[in-house]
């Protein structure tokens, strides 16, 4: 069964700081390339960040560049998000995603999502 739960989110003060992590099952986490998006009610969801499944390369959205941070374990199976520099901006639902190959079909996995608030 495939599984990516999320973790971190919180209320936290504008300025501040949250990882996120994303822990995932059942499937072969090493081999999928990880992202993280992003939704507020009424508005589409955005590509936050990427990551390779190996890591060496990472993408992310003009907004968040500069204060967040991609990163992941495969030993471990988690992707991370680490937030700085919080802005009211940055409020949402943040959900990982994973993309990858068994075979020739493509998979494309969601997990649920977590809250991120900031505000004063």
């Known amino acids: 069964q495939v599984q990516l739960v999320e973790s971190g989110g919180g209320l936290v003060q504008p300025g501040g700081s949250l990882r996120l992590s994303c822990a995932a099952s059942?499937?072969?986490?090493?081999?999928?390339?990880m992202s993280w998006y992003r939704q507020t009610p009424g508005k589409e969801r955005d590509l936050v960040a990427t990551?390779?499944?190996?890591?060496?390369?990472?993408n992310y959205a003009d907004s968040v560049k500069g204060r967040f941070t991609i990163s992941r374990d495969n030993a471990k199976n988690t992707v991370y998000l680490q937030m700085n520099s919080l802005k009211p901006e940055d409020t949402a639902v943040y959900s990982c995603?994973?993309?990858?190959?068994?075979?020739?079909?493509?998979?494309?996995?969601w997990g649920q999502g977590t809250q991120v608030t900031v505000s004063s």
């Open positions: 995603n994973a993309v990858g190959w068994r075979g020739t079909r493509r998979y494309d996995y």
């Open positions: 059942g499937f072969t986490f090493s081999s999928s390339a």
């Open positions: 990551i390779t499944s190996t890591g060496g390369s990472t």
